[in-house]
């Protein structure tokens, strides 16, 4: 079942032959000690004693490099992605500080060494993107990026990537008005994915507030304020400053793809939005600074409550 998860992640046209059996009892072995059910993961997690953490890391570590020794003569994508993998997790669960570089290296290179034999493989290009722009020690933001960027371009960005690439095009100051915005493109409306939007809305209004471009500073206000309006209607007046409970996440998966064409709103016409706190005190001065005062208001939530 396991290795049947970790084939389905590669396209048909990849693995051109049959996968010997020990070669395939390898990557099997790889995948579950990378499950994150798994007994390495939840002794991680859990409040066992430091010893025994240990134990179970060392025998983690030396399964990988046990396998790892006969991975170069293979040269198989799918045991250097499920190396790459077993050593992202190794590192997550039971490395910290400095030492952790090595292992995120060894992981960047069993990717790089899967990008080398599937260069145009979803999952591989996904996990570089990622891990150059979250971790630290290793980071390489702009590379991170041009690989999430050629995923998103052939249109296969997985969609909780977004949020990060958003975050990365915000860190490097490459940042511009999405002419395309769409809120139905929120196929993943967790607030934390509205609050990495939010921060790329501010630091675009504060780059077009600096630059003198109104017009585009005030494209980018009406789109925050559709944000706004969405998340509002998802979630009431929760500020998506922390998560939401289970049920509400799942209502607002289905809000989403059932009203995102029908929110157009402005503040302008509508003014402020009630019961919301998505939009900071300090927001709504900008969108008086650059609208003009406002005596309108309403509530979002209550507008669409036939509809949710």
């Not at 980071?139 to 990365?168: M, Q, T, V, W, Y």
């Amino acid at each position: 079942m396991i290795f049947q998860k970790l084939k389905s992640l590669f396209s048909s046209n990849t693995i051109k032959k049959p996968i010997p059996i020990n070669l395939e009892k390898q990557i099997a072995l790889l995948n579950d000690i990378s499950n994150g059910l798994g007994e390495y993961a939840t002794v991680a997690f859990s409040e066992e004693n430091p010893t025994k953490k240990n134990d179970k890391a060392l025998k983690m570590l030396s399964t990988i490099a046990e396998i790892e020794k006969s991975s170069t003569q293979l040269k198989h994508l799918e045991l250097f992605y499920s190396i790459a993998i077993a050593y992202r997790n190794y590192c997550a669960w039971f490395v910290r500080g400095d030492d952790r570089k090595q292992y995120l290296e060894k992981c960047l290179f069993y990717l790089n060494e899967s990008l080398s034999i599937a260069p145009d493989n979803i999952n591989v290009k996904s996990e570089l993107g990622r891990l150059l722009i979250e971790e630290k020690a290793i980071r390489n933001i702009s590379k991170g990026i041009r690989f999430l960027e050629d995923l998103k371009n052939d249109g296969n960005l997985p969609s909780h990537l977004n949020s990060i690439l958003s975050k990365a095009h915000r860190q490097s100051d490459n940042i511009e008005q999405d002419r395309g915005f769409s809120l139905c493109t929120f196929s993943d409306p967790s607030p934390a994915v509205f609050r990495e939007e939010r921060k790329r809305f501010r630091a675009l209004i504060r780059k077009y507030k600096k630059q003198g471009e109104t017009d585009k500073l005030k494209a980018s206000l009406e789109q925050y304020y559709n944000l706004a309006v969405l998340v509002t209607i998802c979630y009431g007046d929760h500020d998506c400053n922390s998560g939401v409970s289970g049920w509400q996440y799942d209502d607002a998966v289905k809000i989403v793809p059932k009203l995102c064409n029908e929110i157009d709103f402005s503040f302008v016409r509508n003014g402020f939005l009630d019961k919301s706190n998505f939009i900071s005190k300090n927001d709504w001065k900008t969108f008086v600074v650059v609208f003009g005062k406002s005596t309108k208001s309403f509530n979002p939530a209550m507008k669409f409550k036939k509809d949710i």
